[in-house]
Each structure stands twice: as C-alpha cells, then as structure tokens.
C-alpha cells in the first residue's frame, strides 16, 4: 500500500451524554422538603424505620393512594397511609420490663457472658405480672424474639432494662432527640487517688466530698470530646447519690465520678421517663402495661 493511502478509521463511539447530578434527596432534601418514606413514617410516629422497610416491602404502605416503593422520597404533604396488616402486626408486639442481674450484659452475649434477654421466660416472668396481666397477654414464645434493649446497663449494673418489639418505643427511648430521664441509685468511695491509692474513704463519703465537685457532676464535665448535658445529683445517705440524665453514653456515670475522684460500687437504674422498677424482684420481667408510657 503506498504511503499516502491510510485504512479508513472505524467510526468513533458516540460520546456518552453528561448525566445531570441528582442529589441524595434521603439524604439532603430538596426545594419540596422531600425525605426518605421510611424516615418520614419514623417522624410521624407510625414505626421505627425498621419496621416502615418490612412494611413496603410487604406492599402495606401506600403514598397518596399508590403502593409505597422502597427508598422513595416523599413531600411533606403526601398522604401516608398503613393498611391494617401493619397494625395488626404491630398491635401484637410486647415490650418488657427485666429487673436485670449482674453479670449479664444488655445487648448481644461478649466475652462469655449471657445477654439478659436470656432471662426472658414463663419461669422468670413476676408472678404479680403473670395472674393479673393488665391486658389479658400470655407468655407465648414468640414474645422473646427481635426484643431490642433500649438504653444499655452495664455487665456491673442492676435494675431497669426496657427490651422491645415495637420500634416506636425504641425510637422514643434511645432516638436521637429521646430527652427521656433515666435515674439511677449510685453508691460512691471517695478515692481522689484512684480506688487502689491513698486517701479511700468509703463511709460518710458526702461529709469530704468536695462540694465543688457535686456542682462539676451536675454541669461541667464531658466524655469523648463532647460536653454533657446538665444532670441532676443529690446526695440520698452518706454513700450514695441519685443521678437523673437525659443521655446515656457508655458507662457514662462511673467515668463521670472517676472525673471527680468517686469510684462507684454499686448502680442501679429505678426509673425510664414514668415507668419505675417498683418492686420487680432482680432476674424477673414483666410487660409494660397498658395504661404505662414512658
């Protein structure tokens, strides 16, 4: 072939065209103010997010008369409505009260220790509970699974554990913007040198403990970088104050005395918002009643 004749070039594939950016709207919205369905459904108090997933996929949510699609995002005046399956599912679902031991952990088994939903049984359930139920419920199996435990008491901790099937209760307890009280029974030593160093005082601990300090325990401290919210302690006897916070960081009140010199040797939380542990015997549980909320 000479040199100046070239092989005709193959036709060049068409360029692709430029696809226009589509934000994350779950994420940031848009001018209408649309958000994720699951979300929405969270915010308007019908079901944890969860839950909203199960039911679309399910086909028992419809958005202005239309079955619901997973993800979609919807404008804040689309008319959200559950079909009776859902509620009939939800109606069904229990949440317990577990006066818990020490030695259990709230959430999953670690480091061979059992979760305290293993206490849950026809065996353990209170016996004021079980002959006068306030709602005519009877233990059946079904009622101990997906139970999810709503805020986290330590291995070394006792008392009031809420466990759940209905995520509204979930969200309202452990949600970001919960703002629910949670009190709690804490026994203290004075230990300005750590509770193996010189100086432990462990009776009439209120008498050397500094009252500055009791005012850094109410407002003042932070963990992991962030500041807490105020709480309210007081003294009950000369060893043992009662804290009540609207958070719940890990192991939050034991690293909260540590900051002041207390070292805690016994916890134990009494009360979630309006519900109190009462009389429940430790290792035992019985349901949330009807007339009880949080």
């Not at 601990?205 to 932070?222: D, I, K, N, T, Y």
Request: charged letters at 25%.
């Amino acid at each position: 072939m000479p040199h100046g004749d070239r092989p005709p070039r193959a036709p060049s594939a068409a360029p692709r065209p430029v696809q226009p950016h589509r934000p994350d709207l779950a994420r940031v919205g848009n001018v209408r103010g649309e958000i994720r369905l699951n979300k929405r459904m969270a915010d308007l108090g019908l079901c944890s997010r969860r839950e909203a997933d199960e039911w679309i996929a399910r086909g028992w949510v419809l958005v202005n008369g239309e079955p619901a699609v997973m993800g979609m995002p919807v404008a804040p005046d689309a008319n959200v409505e559950v079909l009776p399956q859902a509620r009939h599912q939800q109606a069904g679902q229990v949440t317990i009260l577990l006066h818990k031991p020490m030695g259990y952990v709230s959430g999953q088994p670690e480091d061979g220790h059992e979760a305290a939903a293993t206490l849950i049984g026809a065996p353990s359930q209170w016996r004021g509970d079980a002959r006068h139920p306030a709602d005519g419920r009877r233990f059946a199996p079904e009622h101990t699974r997906g139970l999810a435990p709503c805020g986290r008491l330590d291995i070394d901790s006792v008392g009031l554990l809420v466990l759940t099937q209905d995520g509204r209760i979930a969200r309202q307890l452990i949600g970001e913007n919960s703002g629910i009280e949670k009190e709690y029974l804490v026994r203290v030593h004075y230990a300005p040198n750590g509770p193996h160093g010189a100086g432990v005082v462990t009776q009439d601990v209120q008498s050397v403990f500094p009252a500055a300090q009791l005012a850094r325990l109410r407002h003042g401290l932070s963990l992991d970088d962030q500041p807490l919210l105020p709480a309210k302690v007081d003294w009950m006897n000369p060893e043992q104050l009662c804290f009540i916070l609207k958070e719940g960081k890990k192991r939050q009140i034991r690293r909260m005395c540590e900051q002041v010199g207390l070292h805690v040797v016994g916890l134990k939380r009494i009360r979630i918002g309006n519900v109190v542990l009462g009389n429940l015997p430790v290792g035992q549980w019985r349901y949330l009643g009807v007339g009880e909320s949080f």
